[in-house]
């Protein structure tokens, strides 16, 4: 666990905010490159891009504010100062998606194509993401006896031997992103590509997030969200799919 990276000049810089700097950096350089390769035009893809990361900014912990609300009223200060990991993926997306269809129409941007770009974009963002979560300690695993554990510590400094719930998400991304690499070129028409790896990554999410400790039993609000967003999108992707 490191929740301060580094200090330059008497300056904390935190783990979570540095990762969560990098990977929206490195989602956006993605986009550029994978626009040029979709033929896309780069400035606007790079407008858009940047636009809808500050949307899902907000969308993200507005989000996580909702579903922790009696944490906020007891500890503000952790749960809503950007020390904290206080953000959630779902809320980005479930804000950003809808705005981006004035926004990319505005900018004459074909609204599939650009989706499948941003699924790079995102795949790899979130990457950098879980490794600030790992080092904050936040979405810490469960607590378990077992070979293939890890000491590893929660986001109170708590270091036990547990299911290394972070480095098993940062690993489904990585398979997601190369697997999305693979089969681009393949894909029947334009948004296909994001619709397949938003119902891999949701059903990789909903499984996942039983492994970490502050999952409640039975179905929580994000399983829920998951399952919505594989049902709608394989929905979509039928739906659309040349017969």
């Known amino acids: 666990m490191r929740p301060i990276l580094f200090r330059w000049r008497g300056i904390a810089v935190h783990s979570y905010s540095a990762m969560l700097y990098v990977g929206l950096v490195t989602g956006i350089l993605t986009a550029s ?3 040029r390769v979709a033929g896309l035009e780069v400035e606007g893809v790079t407008l858009a891009t940047c636009a809808l990361a500050v949307i899902a900014l907000v969308g993200a912990r507005v989000f996580y504010i909702a ?3 009696p944490l906020v009223l007891h500890r503000p200060a952790e749960l809503l100062g950007p020390k904290s990991g206080g ?3 779902y809320g980005a997306f479930v804000l950003a998606f809808p705005m981006s269809y004035p926004l990319l129409s505005a900018l004459h941007l074909p ?3 650009f989706w499948d770009v941003v699924t790079f974009a995102m795949l790899a ?3 950098f993401v879980r490794v600030g979560c790992l080092l904050h300690g936040c979405c810490a695993g469960r607590p378990v006896d077992s070979r293939w554990s890890l000491r590893l ?3 109170r400094g708590e ?4 299911i290394p719930a972070q480095p098993i998400e940062i690993a489904w991304l990585l398979l997601l992103l190369v697997c999305a690499a693979a089969v681009w070129g393949t894909m029947p028409f334009a948004g296909a590509l994001f619709l397949l790896f938003t119902s891999l990554y949701a059903a990789g999410r909903a499984v996942l997030v039983t492994l970490r400790e502050q999952h409640r039993r039975g179905f929580t609000w994000h399983q829920k969200i998951s399952v919505a ?5 394989l929905a979509a992707l039928t739906a659309y799919w040349p017969r």
């Open 111 to 113: 609204f599939g194509t």
């Open 159 to 162: 270091k036990r031997r547990r």
């Open 229 to 233: 967003l594989v049902v709608l999108s």
């Open 153 to 155: 510590a929660n986001a």
């Open 87 to 89: 953000a959630s993926q």
């Open 33 to 35: 490159v994978a626009s």
């Open 125 to 127: 963002g979130m990457v």
């Open 67 to 69: 579903m922790h609300w």
